[in-house]
């Protein structure tokens, strides 16, 4: 509905008609229109983050960026530009709310991450420094995933590329 019609044109009774369900149920399950619709983020940011981790055990860390990339890239195909749009017209309360469930699931990627670099061994003895922190290395791939994502790129190629050239 959301995609269709925008945020703003969505209520309660509106939501109600469309699952064939009365006004009284939605409210049963949400005390409001702001409490239904960060549920709803929340179970879309599930969708495209069901990533089933047994799938990239073995994987290098550059690919297991673009696994990554390509796994979330896949989920979102479901929920066309929900990155750019997903807290749009909430209140400053409910923004917050939907930054940081945002926020917890880009956690989860990064703390991936964060133990895949850590079990390659071919990362050289020196790649990482006080002045090059792990840390602020692992940032920078998760915000270039997160922009590729939502600039809509094929693919993180130049991504896994840079960071071969950087830590091998």
């Known amino acids: 509905m959301v995609s269709e019609e925008g945020l ?6 509106t939501v109600a008609r469309r699952c064939n369900v009365s006004v009284g149920s939605i409210y049963y ?9 960060l549920e709803t ?9 069901n990533v089933d981790e047994q799938e990239a055990t073995d994987l290098p860390f550059p690919e297991y960026v673009e696994w990554i990339f390509q796994s979330v890239k896949d989920g979102m195909d479901g929920y ?55 840390y602020a290395f692992l940032d920078f791939i998760l915000s270039d995933i997160v922009v590729l994502l ?6 993180c190629r ?11």
């Open 80 to 134: 066309p530009n929900f990155f750019t749009a997903h807290s749009l017209s909430f209140a400053s309360d409910e923004r917050n709310k939907a930054r940081s469930t945002m926020d917890r699931f880009l956690a989860q990627m990064k703390s991936g991450l964060s133990e895949k670099l850590k079990k390659d061994n071919s990362v050289h003895e020196g790649a990482f420094s006080d002045d090059f922190p792990e």
């Open 150 to 155: 939502i600039k809509h790129v094929g693919d």
């Open 158 to 168: 130049i991504l896994k590329e840079m960071i071969r050239r950087t830590i091998y």
């Open 41 to 49: 983020i929340e179970s879309v940011w599930r969708d495209i983050f």
């Open 29 to 37: 399950y949400f005390s409001g229109k702001d409490e239904l619709v």
């Open 8 to 13: 703003q044109a969505i209520n309660i009774r």
